[in-house]
């Protein structure tokens, strides 16, 4: 499935050069600078890139955006750089994500006799489903909601930050020293593009 | 404008293009050694501590103002984009727990100088009339040892200093600003359009963004990274609200200090100074007053591991009060899909608001309300809205592409205070070796009938705007109490001058000593309750 291009055109980047400094050092680096990985052993990287990719339906198709997810959620684990909080019922952020990557692989193994990450898109995509279905409160001794909440906290934190989901979004990104001149509604900056599938809305769209 | 100035002159004490504080006023800082016993040190350098530092300051008091978190330079400092303002928050290790855990980080927890206002919305509105006496009132929550008219010049003085912009208020006690509403973006224009055709009141502001230049600060430029810091300095926070001023009058602000434990004399009982940490060494600052101002998770953390002989079970704790009564807002948001582009990203957030629901209404059967304001959230935090509504996979990247048609409204629900809401110390250390912040809540019956009230009216208020689609996810705003003040020691931690009943020269002065919170932001009235006891400190000095 070939997602359609909404703000044909758009790129956020484009406008880099009225970004300040110390935000383009961070989004450049962001983009291009990525630590390799260091909390994650192979297998759990292996695991982590299957399940982070389907978390956001990140496939491997050509000419669609491809995020380094892995090696952003690593960064942020090596670092400790967490939300500042966690359940009381969960390990410390680090750890419960080797657990849970760990407890995946368990389950991939039990109902497929192979990783994560060796099963099909659509293994994963199922097994993945299967534990928001389940009505056992707990998974592997932890409770599953707060496992989930611990997946797409991080998901969604790494793949929103890229520039090239800004562009798919009609998000646009960094906006200082510049600002906005054309505020309301349906209005854009010159740079900015309108949606060209204005009508493709997701709830009337039949994907429930 | 000219008497602001002359009560307080940070605006004025920025250079020329508003972008940084005047050369040499950071640089030749006054510094003072840990053996000189100054008159206050102040912990933390918030909304609370800011303030207190500024006023003490003038009068000429010797303070020390510590902050865990840097000295924050906008410019170089903070960027315009969502994930790399992470540092802004406090993000050292916390756990949360009970029936209803409340996250903490970006939710509600800043850390360097200028504390969360760093990263709040900009809403300061004023509590009302009725929130000093709910108790009275409305049998629930508490009663304030102060009234709504102890606070109101108070307020009226922090409203100039910030400044805040906005129309005519005539919620609570009415009111006006010292600056004009500012112009909405398409978020402002739907609520203003929906609550017009709903028949709610709602009106724009109260910001803390002057609507054109003040002192030296710049004009908005409506990039709408409001929850990212400021670079522009158009929206206050104390970093430039208050801690330029005060270091004029010869204030030290003392970063990236950790303070760990307040000192006992075990004979007297006073307060002798504070146990801090600064680039990996253990020091002590002799005071004779301590002013705590950690906001309230750190402040209830700093007094319980504060033990001694005299306080076993913390510092001013004999009646185990330190940590109860914390209060977070019910903050369900309640997104309305539109055909044409919304593109909330554009503007600030906080943009418009109504309190038409903020009192008791007789005829529902729950005590209290809520307010309604524009929320706008960005990317990152609007993906983690979407995701909470169990979307993932390509569903939620569906959703996500379709960013720029939905608006966004937030709630605030005046959860009620409770005892056993509160902060104890955990098991587990920090890597100084102190114990971490356990903070455990859980919603009363009042608080989830708020929540599906408010709900409903923002969903009619977007329906009635044209809105085909509506989506709410629950989540909480803010923190206040957890060392409140009262009447007596049975009750509270502090009098109604923020002085510790425990202990003759400890102060508390931020958010913590709210006994109760209304459905309004805090920033404002913490500022005020702080200016307030820095004044009593003249009239009714510490002995």
């Known amino acids: 499935m070939t997602r359609a291009v909404r703000f044909p055109g758009f790129n956020v980047r484009s406008q880099s050069d009225h970004w300040d400094d ?56 090596a670092e400790k750089q967490t939300d500042g909080w966690r359940y009381d019922t969960m390990p410390p952020d680090g750890a419960a994500w080797q657990q849970t990557l ?58 929103y930050s890229h520039p090239e989901l800004w562009n798919e979004i009609g998000f646009s990104g960094p906006a200082y020293p510049r600002g906005y001149k054309n505020l309301g509604i349906d209005r854009l900056e010159s740079y900015e593009v309108h949606d060209a599938e204005p009508g493709d809305d997701p709830m009337a769209g039949g994907t429930e | ?50 303030t207190m530092t500024q006023r003490l300051a003038r009068l000429g008091w010797k303070i020390v103002t510590f902050d865990a978190g840097p000295f924050w330079v906008p410019e170089a400092d903070w960027v315009s984009d969502e994930a790399g303002s992470h540092n802004l928050y406090w993000t050292e290790p916390r756990q949360i727990g009970g029936g209803d855990p409340v996250p903490l980080g970006s939710n509600n927890s800043g850390r360097g100088v200028g504390g969360s206002m760093v990263h709040y919305a900009g809403y300061t509105p004023r509590f009302h009339p009725s929130d000093f006496r709910t108790m009275t009132l409305d049998g629930v929550g508490a009663d304030w040892p102060i009234a709504y008219p102890d606070l109101k010049p108070y307020y009226e003085l922090i409203e100039g200093e910030l400044p805040v912009s906005g129309e005519h208020w005539p919620w609570g006690d009415p009111h006006d600003y010292p600056y004009r509403p500012q112009p909405v973006g398409g978020n402002g224009e739907l609520f203003l359009r929906g609550a017009l055709a709903a028949g709610i009141e709602a009106h724009v502001g109260p910001v803390a963004i002057s609507n054109g230049r003040f002192g030296n600060r710049p004009h908005c430029i409506y990039r709408g990274f409001c929850l990212q810091g400021c670079k522009v300095n158009a929206k206050a926070s104390p970093l430039i609200t208050h801690i330029p001023d005060a270091l004029a009058h010869g204030a030290e602000i003392r970063p990236d ?63 185990d009060q330190v940590g109860r009564y914390l209060m977070v807002q019910g903050a369900p948001q309640t997104a309305g899909r539109f055909e044409a582009e919304v593109r909330m990203f554009k503007a600030p957030p906080p943009e418009v608001s109504s309190e038409q629901f903020y009192e008791t209404d007789p005829h529902k059967p729950y005590k209290r309300g809520f307010s309604i304001q524009t929320v706008s959230p960005l990317p990152i935090t609007w993906a983690e809205h979407v995701m909470a509504q169990g979307r993932w996979g390509g569903e939620f990247r569906d959703y996500m592409s379709d960013y720029v048609h939905w608006a966004c409204l937030g709630a605030l629900c005046e959860f009620l205070p409770q005892p056993d809401n509160r902060v104890t110390l955990a098991d587990e250390k920090d890597r100084h070796g102190m114990p971490v912040a356990h903070f455990s809540y859980t919603r ?100």
């Open chain 1, 22 to 77: 110390a935000t383009r050092a961070v989004i450049v680096g962001r983009v291009n600078a990525l630590p390799a990985v260091r909390f994650f052993t192979p297998a759990e990287e292996a695991a982590a890139k299957c399940l982070l990719d389907q978390l956001v339906d990140q496939r491997t198709e050509p000419g669609s955006p491809r995020v380094d997810l892995v090696r952003m959620v690593d960064a942020r684990l």
């Open chain 2, 257 to 319: 200090s950790m303070v760990t434990r307040i000192g006992i004399d075990e004979l007297t009982g006073r307060a002798t100074g504070v146990h801090y940490i600064r680039d990996g060494l253990e020091r002590f600052q002799r005071a004779r007053t301590v002013i705590v101002a950690g906001y309230s998770i750190e402040t209830p953390r700093l007094l319980l591991n504060s033990t001694s002989a005299r306080f076993p079970n913390g510092l001013a704790n004999d009646f």
């Open chain 2, 444 to 543: 009363c019956d009042n608080d989830r009938q708020l929540m599906s009230a408010a709900t409903e009216v923002m969903e009619r208020i977007l329906k009635a705007a044209g809105a085909d689609e509506v989506m709410t996810i629950n989540r909480n705003a803010h923190l206040v109490g957890g060392a409140r003040m009262a009447a007596d020691e049975q009750h509270g931690v502090v009098d109604r001058d923020c002085r510790s009943f425990a202990v003759p020269n400890l102060m508390i002065t931020d958010g913590s000593v709210l006994p109760t919170q209304g459905s309004a932001n805090p920033a404002l009235t913490i500022m005020a309750v702080a200016a307030r006891a820095a004044d009593r400190l003249i009239d009714r000095p510490i002995d």
């Open chain 2, 1 to 50: 404008m000219s008497d602001v100035r002359d009560r307080n002159e940070s605006a004025w004490l920025l250079t020329k293009d508003g972008s940084r504080m005047q050369h040499g006023l950071r640089e030749d800082m006054r510094r003072f050694d840990d053996t000189d016993e100054v008159d206050a040190v102040i912990i933390g350098a918030g909304a609370g501590g800011g």
């Open chain 1, 102 to 159: 760990a407890a995946l692989d368990e389950d991939s193994q039990r109902d497929h006799g192979v990783g994560f990450a060796r099963c099909t898109w659509e293994e994963q995509h199922a097994m993945l489903e299967a534990f928001r279905d389940a009505d056992d409160p707990n998974w592997h001794g932890l409770p599953r909601s707060q496992v989930w909440n611990l997946w797409t906290r991080y998901a969604a934190t790494a793949f």
